[in-house]
Each structure stands twice: as C-alpha cells, then as structure tokens.
C-alpha cells in the first residue's frame, strides 16, 4: 500500500515504514503530523485518484528529527571582466516516518 501527499509544495510518494526529508515544519521530535493532502492511494490491485485530493484520504507520521541539508554552491562568474561571487545555501528540512495510510 502506498499514496502520493502534497506537502511543501512538493509530491511525495509514501508507503508505511518510510522515512522521507519534507519541508521544515513547526514540530518537535517525536510529535505526530496529519497529511490530509493525498493525491493519490493505492491498495492491491485498487487505486483511488482524488480530483484533486482523495475523499477521506490521510497519511499519519511522526517527526524523527530537524536539520539542514548539504551545502549548495552559487558561483557567479564573468569572464574577462574581473568579477566572481560565490555564496552558498543550506536548506532547512524535517525528517518523518510514516506511520500509517488510510483512504
């Protein structure tokens, strides 16, 4: 069994037992979040497609922790004109483990 939730403006494909990095979200470790944004749910040979979410659809996790990703490079470069910039950006994500699907 596995759904597809929106979150963060992102599309993320979740089975029970996953551990995915979301989008910085206001918790805690250890608390427990709702998805009630499934797009999609798929149990054995049945799949329910919402227009745009599925009725009733939700998806439970719990927070197992906060952090920032790697460190991505910019580097602006001009050539023959004197000129680089370098800057650099670590993205803020939470990590959950879902902890169940229902549709």
Same mark, same amino acid.
């Given at each position: ?35 009630? @944004?499934?797009? $999609?749910? =798929?149990? !054995? ?10 009725? /009733? ?23 023959? @004109?004197?000129? $680089?910039? =370098?800057? !650099? ?10 902890? /169940?699907?229902?549709?």
């Amino acid at each position: 069994m596995y759904a597809v939730i929106q979150t963060g403006g992102k599309q993320y494909r979740v089975a029970e037992g996953t551990t995915l990095k979301i989008e910085k979200l206001e918790l805690g470790a250890g608390d427990s979040v709702e998805f009630d @944004k499934v797009l $999609m749910v =798929q149990s !054995g040979d049945s799949i329910k497609v919402g227009q745009p979410f599925v009725e /009733g659809g939700k998806v439970t996790a719990t927070v197992v922790s906060q952090g920032r990703h790697k460190k991505v490079r910019i580097i602006k470069f001009r050539r023959r @004109k004197h000129h $680089m910039k =370098q800057m !650099g950006h670590r993205q803020y994500y939470t990590e959950i483990q879902i902890t /169940g699907i229902s549709a």
